[in-house]
């Protein structure tokens, strides 16, 4: 079954506790990009990537990383969370950029105290 | 950058009832997405519609570009069609704007 898959589903931490988010494709896109939603605002792209080690900043970039090592596998790296980071979190994938139909995983609580 | 717009924020329909939703955006785009999530936070892919229109069963979609809007149809609705409703649009560099949605609800 084509999916894309995150881990943890739901997550409460700590102020700087470091954390990872886990995302995974099995369509061989190319195309991954991580959002974060926030009620009244939507979805806000965090970062995205084009292909194995190419990746670039989105609309909100700021206190997040991420790497693309693997093509199926596009992780979200708080180094520091904050409490303003408290969101839900998809992991998005497509065939190759935005031109196509966007995947989305199930989304990822997180809660930073 | 680019601002979208959605209307209504809300909407409350009786099974079975019609609805059209609007997305406005502020500059000309290369891609523009219909999506939907619903109430367990699913997101699902309805349209990719940068221009035109498309048919789904009892959705469709209209994007005219050149005025910079696009419609959401539902027809018929049913209690399974709540929901929120986002529109997405990219310019060609690959930065997707969401706008904030509509938020529906289909009572039976």
């Known amino acids: 079954e084509a999916q894309v898959t995150q881990n943890p589903r739901y997550l409460i931490t700590v102020t700087g506790k470091k954390l990872t988010v886990t995302c995974s494709q099995n369509?061989?896109?190319?195309?991954m990009s991580w959002y974060r939603q926030d009620p009244g605002l939507g979805l806000r792209q965090i970062y995205y990537?084009?292909?194995?080690?190419?990746?670039d900043k989105g609309d909100v970039p700021e206190g997040y990383k991420v790497s693309r090592k693997e093509k199926r596998n596009f992780p979200l790296i708080l180094e520091s969370p904050s409490p303003n980071q408290t969101s839900l979190y998809f992991c998005?994938?497509?065939?190759?950029?935005?031109?196509?139909?966007?995947?989305f995983g199930p989304g990822t609580r997180l809660t930073v105290t | 950058g680019i601002q979208v717009e959605q209307s209504p924020p809300d909407l409350i329909l009786q099974e079975g009832a019609n609805s059209t939703l609007r997305c406005n955006f502020s500059?000309?785009?290369?891609?523009l997405q219909w999506f939907h999530q619903n109430p367990w936070g699913q997101l699902i892919n309805l349209f990719y519609?940068?221009?035109g229109t498309k048919q789904n069963g009892r959705l469709s979609a209209t994007t005219v570009a050149t005025e910079r809007y696009s419609l959401l149809y539902i027809s018929s609705s049913q209690t399974t069609d709540s929901g929120v409703y986002f529109c997405?649009?990219?310019?060609?560099?690959?930065?997707?704007?969401f706008g904030a949605g509509t938020r529906l609800t289909v009572k039976p």
């Open positions: 998005a994938s497509s065939f190759s950029s935005l031109a196509y139909e966007q995947y």
């Open positions: 369509m061989n896109h190319e195309y």
């Open positions: 990537s084009m292909n194995v080690e190419v990746t």
């Open positions: 500059d000309s785009v290369n891609n």
């Open positions: 519609i940068p221009s």
């Open positions: 997405a649009v990219e310019r060609g560099n690959n930065d997707m704007r």
